[in-house]
């Protein structure tokens, strides 16, 4: 099991930066995979990005490519999410979780956080 807490969120300008936390109790990040999702009003929710402790490649939505990046902090158990650039079609609200195994899929989520850009 896997308890996961996010932080960071805000209201920011567009052009701005944000860095998302998800901090983990539990297992460590190194044996898991943790990915960000984000759920707009109106809309379905959408995975933003991935890094996996059984891939070496990380994932990122097309939308959030070359603005978005997802690190891991080992030390602390904590994944980021640096957000740049960011444009007011990113606001939505942002939750982190976990995968297990491979092909389990995301069975543990945090309680998520609001991001809001303002054009």
């Known amino acids: 099991q896997v308890l996961l807490v996010e932080s960071g969120g805000g209201l920011v300008q567009a052009g701005g930066s944000l860095r998302l936390s998800c901090a983990a109790s539990?297992?460590?990040?190194?044996?898991?995979?943790v990915g960000w999702f984000r759920q707009a009003p109106g809309k379905e929710r959408e995975k933003v990005s991935v890094?996996?402790?059984?891939?070496?490649?990380?994932y990122y939505a097309e939308a959030v490519k070359g603005r978005f990046t997802i690190s891991g902090d080992r030390a602390k158990n904590t994944m980021h999410l640096w957000m740049n650039s960011l444009k007011p079609e990113d606001t939505a609200v942002y939750y982190c979780?976990?995968?297990?195994?491979?092909?389990?899929?995301?069975?543990?989520w945090g309680q998520g956080t609001q991001v809001t850009v303002s054009s």
């Open positions: 979780a976990a995968e297990m195994a491979p092909g389990l899929g995301y069975g543990y």
């Open positions: 890094l996996s402790s059984w891939s070496i490649n990380q």
């Open positions: 539990g297992p460590s990040i190194n044996t898991i995979s």
